[in-house]
Every structure is written in C-alpha cells, then in structure tokens.
C-alpha cells in the first residue's frame, strides 16, 4: 500500500498514527482501553508532551482499521510517514545511524525504540525531515527498513 | 422575488403600523389594569392611569417589568385572562431561582405560530418543504414554535427534537428535509457530524433557522459553507411568546420584529430612558396583542440596535440587529470588560471551532481565565511545535482583544458539554463563593 517506486528501488515507510490527547488524568488509558477493546495490537508506542496537551504516536498493523476505530472513538489523529530501520541490539548500534544521518545533514525530529520477538534485535522509529534521503542513505549502508507490510512478520504471528 | 406569509401586515405602511399600535396599546393597558393586580400597583405607584397612555408616545410613562416581576408573581400573578381561557404553558430553562412560566389562550398560539410561519416564509420556506425542527420540544419554546410556524404554513413539520445526532442525520437523508431549525451550536454540530460521515451529497438543506443563543457572522459562514445552506436568524423570548418575535429576511441584516404584536424600544440599561433610533441600548417588549399574558415594556437585557431604513425585501417592519451581548452578561476579569462574543470572534478568525468554553477563577483574589478549545483535525499536528505555534498565537491574539491574558487548553473534539443542544458558554467559578 505504501510501497512507492523509485530509482528502481521500492520505498518502505511505516504509517505512525498520532493522536491527539487532552491533558487530563487517564487519557492514555482511555486511549489503549479504546485500541483494546478492539483487538488492535499496538507495535510501539511513544508519547509526546507539550504543557497542556499530549500527541501519542502509534504503530499497529492495520492503520486504516485503527484510524477508523480512533475517530469513531471522537478522537482527532492523522497518519504521519516514518521511517522503521532494523538495528543489532547492541552497544552502538543506534550511534551508527544516527551518525549516519547526522553526517548526510539530514534533521531527525524524534525517534524512539521498540522490540520484537527477534533475538538481539531492536527497530527505531525515525520521524526525519526528508524521509527519502534518508532512505537512501541507510539504504547504501545495507541498513534494513520494515515497510508496513512487513511490520506483521517481525512479530511472528 | 420576496415572499410574505402576511403580506398585508409586513409590508403595511408605517402610519398602519403606528395606527395598530395605538389602538392595541390602549387596550392593551386598559385589559392589564382591569386585570392584573400586580401591574395595576405599579401604574399607581408611578402615578399613571390608562387615560394616560393615548397612544405610543405615551409608553414611556409606562413602568418596566423585569424578569425579577415575574419571579415576585409566579406562577399566575401577571395573567389578565383566567385559566380556563388558557390552553398551553411554556416555560423557560432558568437553572437557578424559580422559572418564568408562561401561559397561552388559543389566540395567544395562533398568534406565536403565525409569527414562526413569517420567519420560515423569509428564508424562502412553502408548503413543499420539509421543515427539521431539531429545537427540544417540551416547556422549551424552541420545538413548539417552529413546529407550529411549520404547520400553519403547510411545510412537512419533522418533529425531531434535539439530540441523537444519528438519526437526525437519517432522517435528514432518507425524507429529503429542506430547512433545518435548530441552535446555532447544534447546527455546527450536526454539519460537522454530516460531513465527518461523508453525507454532505446525501442531505438536501437549503436553509436554516437558528435561534435561542448568541451566534457570530463568523458562525454562520462557517455554517453555510459546511451544509451549503443559507442561515437566518430568528429572536424571541418566552416571556414575549418564543421564537419568532423577529426574524431574519433574504437581506441577513438585522431581524425584522413582527410589530403588528409587539412594540420595540431601546432603553439605556442604567437610566431607564428611551433611546432614539440606532442607538444601541437595551431592548424593551411590550406583547400588546397577547391575551392570557401581555407584558408591558418588558426588559430582555439584550444589547441592540433598531432600524427603519428601508429593507431590500420590502418588509416595513423595524429591524433589530443579532444581540450584541446581556446587560447582564459581561465578565468582569481582572477589572476588565469581557464578552464571550470577542473570544468566539478571534477564535473563529484563527481557524479553530466554534466550540469553546470560557472559565472565569479566582484563586487568592486573583482573577483567570482560561478558554477551552476543541481540537480539530485541521488544527491537529504531528509535530507539537506546530501546535504551540498556533496556541501562542491564539494568546497573543486574544490578549489583544481582551487587553488581558487568557489562558488557552486545547481539549478532545465534542467534550466541551451541550445541554438541549446549546453549549454550556461561560463557567463563572467565582459565583461559587458568593452569598
Ligand atoms: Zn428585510
């Protein structure tokens, strides 16, 4: 769905779901209790905090499922581009990229980390300015990225 | 080409208003005097008797009646007629102290129905159209007066009531409803419903009557850009009748005020004193075609202005402008001068929603306030910086309006609460402490 075709390569991009929370006590629980009880699966998560309001950032399998659940709920989200890149659970590992992206100029405006089921291995959101290049970059350095069609094999259901 | 359901009274000249006035103003006191102890005690304390009032430059020796009149003589203290003439009560939503209720003879309804069928006439209403009345029905005149304006003209009268948003929208697509009546608030919020729902090709609205609360220009662009409708406004009062006391043409300026039954005046709120024509002041009734219950220049303490310019619909009857704040509405924080009408126009102008809310605090004899605004998706960002962005500016901007800091929170789309349709405005905290 989200594979675009360029320079002879096939992009991968994960679709992140943020949403919009108030900030008042059980938000976040309201929100997860909401994804629960409609059997979404959350991949990762990561939460964002200004004074007075929050942007939670999800991953699931099923974006066009989760956004109609999320909106059905009432709650205002959208879906934002990011990069998944599959990296070594080990020291430096998360150095090398984002050295790799510092060194090619590229801005990285938040990133987080969630695990699989696969042994000594992590992935990292990357929320980049231009995702393309970026792509290009890790893509010359044998770097792999998780397209969203290929979220749900890493988890081995 | 304009249309009239009574033609011969709105477009009567203005020396045949003037002449019904006259002639109901006189009767009027004569019934009041005969008929109403109350009021009778008031005429006698201010010296004047019903020899005095020959006419309409005599009214001002009349004396006011306030809503705190009709608390003093509830339930039945201000009738002229007995109860067994009457055929309807309707009552007002007041949430503290006892209500203003209202009685009705037969002629008292025919009358309120033929003033709400005018009002859906001049926004292009006939007996072919579907007319969605979404007002709560009950002690709420809302309901009972558009459904009876919608009968008397012949419409297609969809008693809806308000709420269940569902199968409003149902109904609206599956019968073909043409002009929606209802609040301001719930009109925006049945749009945004229709249109998150993808429904806006399915609905055939071409226009809209919305009344009971205060609404901006900037809301009813909002409005009829959302349904693809044209929006009128419609006035009244329980205590005068219920909606339809005036009401808006194709013109949209001003509302015209049926005055073959009721007299308009503007009055400064402080010294009682009439006010000449387009002076801005309170406005003042005075119900003199009413039979069980004709009030003599009640006080509505809304803010507005009169006209008589000629109107392009050729509608001769005064206009009056939307209200333009309460006497009794205006905040005062930190000492200054607050209308909710100034929040809602800089929120509308910086693309947020209509909905808001405003809370008044006072914490260590210090004043807040704080305006709470719903989220929407085209507010909404990935990127927090974004929305900060924005939220500062909506500071600045109001700082400028006010001329004092109002503190803003952005909150989940549809939890600012409504009750019966209208949004619950302004939380004054500080009343909280008072007596
Ligand atoms: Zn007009």
Request: glycine share 8%; charged share 25%; aromatic share 8%.
């Amino acid at each position: 769905m989200i594979a675009h075709t360029k320079g002879g390569n096939t992009m991968e991009y994960t679709q992140q779901i943020s949403v919009f929370l108030e900030n008042r006590p059980g938000t976040l629980a309201e929100l997860t209790d909401v994804l629960w009880k409609n059997n979404i699966d959350m991949r990762a998560m990561c939460v964002a905090d200004a004074m007075d309001f929050g942007i939670a950032r999800i991953i699931v399998d099923d974006v066009y499922e989760t956004m109609t659940v999320l909106k059905d709920a009432g709650y205002v989200c959208q879906i934002t581009k990011v990069l998944t890149v599959e990296m070594a659970d080990e020291p430096g590992g998360l150095s090398k990229i984002l050295a790799l992206l510092g060194s090619a100029g590229i801005n990285l405006e938040y990133t987080y980390a969630f695990l699989s089921r696969k042994k000594d291995t992590a992935y990292l959101v990357l929320k980049v300015a231009e995702p393309e290049k970026a792509e290009a970059v890790l893509r010359a350095e044998h770097i792999r990225l998780i397209g969203q069609e290929t979220l749900q094999g890493i988890f081995g259901d | 080409m304009p249309n009239y359901f009574s033609p011969e009274k709105e477009t009567a000249s203005r020396e045949q208003i003037r002449a019904w006035q006259d002639a109901g103003l006189r009767d009027c006191v004569r019934r009041v005097y005969d008929n109403v102890p109350y009021y009778r005690k008031k005429m006698e304390e201010a010296g004047v008797a019903p020899e005095d009032i020959g006419g309409l430059e005599d009214l001002h020796k009349l004396p006011f009646l306030t809503k705190d009149d009709l608390r003093e003589a509830y339930p039945y203290g201000l009738m002229a007629r007995p109860l067994t003439d009457c055929v309807r009560i309707q009552s007002t939503s007041g949430t503290t102290g006892r209500r203003v209720v209202a009685f009705y003879t037969q002629h008292d309804v025919d009358l309120w129905d033929e003033c709400c069928a005018r009002a859906i006439v001049a926004a292009g209403g006939t007996p072919d159209d579907v007319v969605h009345v979404s007002y709560g029905y009950g002690l709420f005149t809302g309901g009972p007066g558009l459904n009876g304006g919608s009968h008397k003209l012949g419409s297609l009268t969809l008693p809806m009531s308000s709420g269940n948003t569902d199968r409003q929208i149902q109904f609206m697509t599956d019968l073909g409803s043409t002009i929606l009546c209802c609040t301001p608030s719930y009109a925006a919020y049945l749009a945004e419903s229709i249109n998150e729902r993808g429904l806006r090709d399915k609905i055939h609205l071409k226009a809209g009557i919305f009344g009971a609360e205060a609404w901006t220009e900037e809301m009813r662009r909002d409005i009829e850009n959302a349904l693809g409708i044209k929006a009128y406004d419609i006035y009244g009062l329980t205590e005068i009748s219920g909606p339809g006391v005036a009401f808006e043409c194709s013109e949209q300026s001003g509302m015209h005020i049926n005055e073959d039954y009721f007299i308009a005046e503007v009055i400064d709120p402080k010294t009682g004193e009439v006010l000449p024509e387009g002076e801005k002041g309170e406005l003042v009734f005075t119900s003199f075609a009413k039979e069980a219950f004709p009030l003599l220049r009640y006080r509505t303490k809304d803010i507005c202005i009169l006209s008589r310019e000629r109107c392009s619909c050729g509608r001769t009857f005064v206009k009056m402008t939307k209200p333009l704040g309460r006497s009794d509405d205006m905040l005062i924080v930190k000492g200054v001068n607050v209308f909710p009408s100034q929040i809602e126009t800089v929120l509308l102008n910086h693309g947020y929603a209509a909905n808001y809310q405003i809370i008044v605090d006072r914490q260590k004899n210090s004043d807040s306030i704080e305006v709470r605004v719903e989220m929407t998706p085209e507010m909404f960002s990935d990127e927090l910086s974004k929305i900060t962005a924005r939220e500062k500016e909506l500071v600045a901007a109001l700082k400028s309006m006010l001329g004092i800091y109002a503190n803003v929170r952005l909150v989940e789309p549809k939890s600012i609460v409504r009750s019966e349709g209208k949004a619950v405005r302004v939380i004054d905290k500080r009343n909280l402490y008072q007596g």
